[in-house]
């Protein structure tokens, strides 16, 4: 298979080698922390009522993570494009598979810029009586905010992301130093019995799910390999400092959950950060709770609209995608690509969608993992010739765990929701005629 011309044509305009390992690691903070780790803790804890393996599968997460991260930062130094998982895929396995890794992952990041900005009005409805049943408006209008915020230039998204994702890890390091200084411990409480044998490893493997979701985000630095400057180093550094911010907040707070609520209070909360801000502040805990919420989805949105617009954008270069999406404007924005991911997102949020698409697109979400580890083992045989500025450390081995880890939560996910794998078939069969149509307008 001959490797794939990276730019057939040259794009009108182009992105701009302005961001550094700090945007990269508040891209990480900002696309990874959302609602998983207000809702994830007391999943976990209903699993797994024990302090130390309620604990101990969060830091599992988090090695999960830095195996995927290895293999993503060698893809990273070594394709140094904008795009993410799309640049890699079409790079190792071709066009037609880049392709769906390319849409679907557009569509995810669309969708998930929907729900974010709906969260957000929901939220400002319960905080201010003014803005109650107003949510689809308010998140209509969080998201051309944030999309004329981003038009004007990469460096004034780039500083709207480094100054919310400091915001959002600021005011969880808040809410711990509460709980530490604020709150005794809790009163001894009757927790259910430790699974045993094949039920404890089933309840692990729940757990576990959960948190590798709560984690997913690691890897946001790879969708902008064209804009960070000197990608060989900083694109691994990026990886790897967002992902010991992640895990030192996730370890942080779910121990300030421990000793706010201990773990037989946490178990069912469908808000356990929630339930501990009212143990801690009384009835203001609630409001407190909510303003940490939308500082945390301000900042999602911001990273997920930037991700999303550097997807086509890659796509149009390579005749995959309309022409017109290569247009970039002064200050560095793929301005068409932009246009198009928020009218996406803005017709999602109309119509309400948003939820099962992402619910369909979850297939997507670990098929693309798969795919990005695939391609590390199909380079090195191809291409070892290649300057690779950051080889994937214990390669083959690492590379391997989180590629077969990968293909198991493939399997789980398309076991835990049959109806909606069967609608992600129906997509991936879709895209076929989608990428044949491409193809024959290119040729034209």
């Keep these: 298979m001959s490797t794939p011309t990276p730019h057939p044509e040259k794009p009108r305009g182009h992105l701009m080698r302005v961001l550094g390992v700090g945007f990269g690691v508040a891209v990480i903070i900002g696309g ?5 780790i207000l809702r994830t803790p007391g999943m976990v804890a ?6 130390w393996l309620f604990l101990g599968v969060w830091v599992l997460g988090a090695l999960y993570a830095l195996l995927g991260t290895f293999a993503a930062s060698e893809l990273g130094a070594m394709v140094p494009r904008s795009g993410g998982w799309y640049v890699f895929t079409r790079r190792a396995l071709g066009e037609f598979p880049s392709f769906v890794v390319g849409w679907t992952d557009w569509l995810a990041n669309c969708g998930t810029t929907a729900a974010v900005a709906m ?9 201010f ?12 209008v969080i998201v051309l905010l944030v999309m004329a915020l981003q038009w004007r230039g990469v460096r004034t998204g780039s500083g709207v992301q480094n100054t919310m994702s400091t915001l959002q890890a600021l005011a969880f390091l808040a809410f711990v130093i509460a709980a530490v200084v604020f709150a005794h411990p809790p ?19 729940l757990a576990f799910q959960s948190v590798v979701y709560t984690y997913d985000g690691w890897y946001s630095v790879i969708y902008y390999g064209e804009e960070v400057k000197n990608p060989g180093r900083a694109v691994p550094r990026s990886m790897m400092g967002g992902l010991v911010a992640l895990t030192a907040i996730y370890l942080l707070v779910n121990a300030s959950l421990l000793h706010v609520l201990g773990v037989g209070g946490m178990a069912g909360q469908n808000l356990a950060l929630g ?39 890659a796509m149009a270069c390579d005749g995959l995608a309309f022409r017109g999406l ?18 996406a997102a803005l017709a999602l949020m109309v119509t309400g969608s948003f939820e099962r698409l992402t619910a369909i697109l979850a297939f997507f979400f670990v098929a693309n993992y798969t795919l990005a580890y695939l391609a590390v083992f199909v380079l090195r045989r191809r291409e070892p010739e290649t300057p690779r500025p950051y080889r994937a450390w214990g390669y083959p081995w690492t590379t391997a765990l989180a590629l077969l880890g990968s293909v198991a939560f493939l399997t789980a996910a398309i076991a835990s929701d ?15 005629p989608l990428y044949l149509a491409f193809r024959r307008l290119e040729r034209k």
Excluded: K
């Design 32 to 36: 990874t922390i959302g609602t998983g």
């Design 275 to 313: 339930t501990a801000s009212t143990v801690l502040f009384g009835p203001r805990g609630d409001t407190i709770i909510r303003a940490l919420t939308i500082v945390s989805m301000l900042s999602a949105s911001n990273a997920f609209q930037l991700n999303a617009s550097r997807i086509p954008y």
């Design 129 to 140: 009586g003014v803005f109650r049943g107003h949510a689809v408006e308010i998140g209509c």
């Design 326 to 343: 290569r247009n970039v404007n002064r200050g560095g924005t793929p301005t068409t690509s932009l246009l198009f991911s928020g009218i």
């Design 418 to 432: 049959t109806r909606n794998s069967v609608y992600a078939l129906l997509v991936l069969a879709v895209s076929y």
């Design 46 to 51: 209903a699993e797994l009522p024990n302090a």
């Design 187 to 205: 009163h001894p409480q009757a927790t259910a019995a430790i699974p045993v044998g094949v039920g404890l490893f089933a309840a692990l493997v």
């Design 119 to 127: 969260v957000v009005g929901e939220y400002l409805g319960n905080l």
